[in-house]
């Protein structure tokens, strides 16, 4: 990745695809292309990193750690992973960086329980989502769909079927298990003289 300094993101490949952004025999022992994700700031000397650029890779690495599951002590730097001949970031407050870092995820996780918290309370309310598509099996026509109002006034399957004539066909009964004979059993398994 390439942040630019207005924070735009730029996405030079695909993640999941090794590309070559470290020299693997000066890196520490465990970190090579395979395993590690570069982001490239855009800057030149001394210059400061812009607020714009920050929160980006801020946004950025909190992305690439929910996608790939990368605990916060796996984020560093290129001059640590490269250690010796890296300087990179160049002039980055790295402390403050991660402490950045660390609020926005709290925040972000905090947004997301809120969301949660919403949702449930609609389900709790009864404003229940409705379906506007329903998956069928060819050939067959739909099964008719309960509202919620009517679940709650579907029998349970453990209560005994009702015996009205005008009502579904009762809910088989459950039995097992089989007992077979080894000489019956031998008779099922053996080829269809019919074929």
């Known amino acids: 990745?390439?942040?630019?300094?207005?924070?735009?993101?730029?996405?030079?490949?695909?993640?999941?695809?090794?590309?070559?952004?470290?020299?693997?025999?000066?890196?520490?022992?465990?970190?090579?292309?395979?395993?590690?994700?570069?982001?490239?700031m855009v800057h030149t000397g001394r210059q400061n990193y812009p607020s714009?650029?920050?929160?980006?890779?801020?946004?950025?690495?909190?992305?690439?750690?929910?996608?790939?599951?990368?605990?916060?002590?796996?984020?560093?730097?290129?001059?640590?992973?490269?250690?010796?001949?890296?300087?990179?970031?160049?002039?980055?407050?790295?402390?403050?960086?991660?402490?950045?870092?660390?609020?926005?995820?709290?925040?972000?996780?905090?947004?997301?329980?809120?969301?949660?918290?919403e949702d449930a309370d609609k389900w709790w309310h009864g404003d229940y989502p409705v379906a506007t598509t329903y998956l069928q099996t060819h050939g067959k026509s739909p099964e008719p769909t309960l509202q919620p109002k009517e679940l709650e006034q579907t029998p349970s399957l453990t209560q005994p079927p009702s015996t009205n004539a005008g009502s579904q066909a009762p809910v088989p009964e459950l039995r097992g298990p089989i007992n077979i004979d080894p000489k019956a059993a031998s008779l099922l398994n053996a080829p269809d003289p019919t074929n």
């Open 1 to 40: 990745y390439v942040v630019d300094r207005d924070g735009t993101i730029l996405q030079a490949t695909d993640p999941d695809l090794a590309t070559v952004h470290l020299n693997i025999f000066k890196t520490l022992k465990g970190i090579n292309n395979d395993n590690s994700i570069g982001i490239e």
């Open 52 to 117: 714009e650029q920050r929160s980006a890779v801020i946004r950025l690495t909190s992305y690439l750690q929910d996608r790939y599951k990368i605990h916060d002590d796996n984020v560093i730097t290129h001059c640590y992973a490269q250690q010796g001949d890296h300087t990179d970031p160049v002039a980055f407050d790295w402390d403050s960086f991660l402490k950045d870092k660390l609020r926005f995820r709290r925040l972000a996780l905090a947004q997301k329980m809120n969301h949660i918290r």
